[in-house]
């Protein structure tokens, strides 16, 4: 089993900035990519930004290109967000995902972690 850890959630103005982590743990497995979605009161669960370790290719939703940065460390099992210029919108519940098994699936699932952007 798999376990996503995520951190660095919180209450921030808009303008503002944070920085979200998520360390992944288990007994042997694979991590082909990791990434991030997020899920806001009322709406459905949705894509922010995905890096795959090999050649370090990053995905970002539309909505967040230009204001959110994904990076990470494969050799620890980490992936950051950080998010710049946040609007009121991009509140939400951010989850981390990973890729145990390089289909471009999110097999295991953070708890998450709450963002809420004040106006």
């Known amino acids: 089993q798999v376990q996503l850890v995520e951190s660095g959630g919180g209450l921030v103005q808009a303008g503002g900035s944070l920085r979200l982590s998520c360390a992944a743990s288990g007994r042997s497995f694979s991590n082909y990519a990791m990434g991030w979605f997020r899920q806001a009161p009322g709406k459905e669960r949705e894509f922010v930004a995905r890096i795959t370790w090999s050649g370090g290719s990053t995905y970002y939703a539309d909505s967040v290109k230009g204001r959110f940065t994904i990076s990470g460390d494969n050799a620890k099992n980490t992936v950051y967000l950080r998010m710049n210029s946040l609007k009121p919108e991009d509140t939400a519940v951010y989850y981390c995902?990973?890729?145990?098994?390089?289909?471009?699936?999110?097999?295991?699932w953070g708890q998450g972690t709450q963002v809420t952007v004040s106006s």
């Open positions: 995902v990973l890729d145990s098994r390089g289909l471009g699936t999110n097999d295991y």
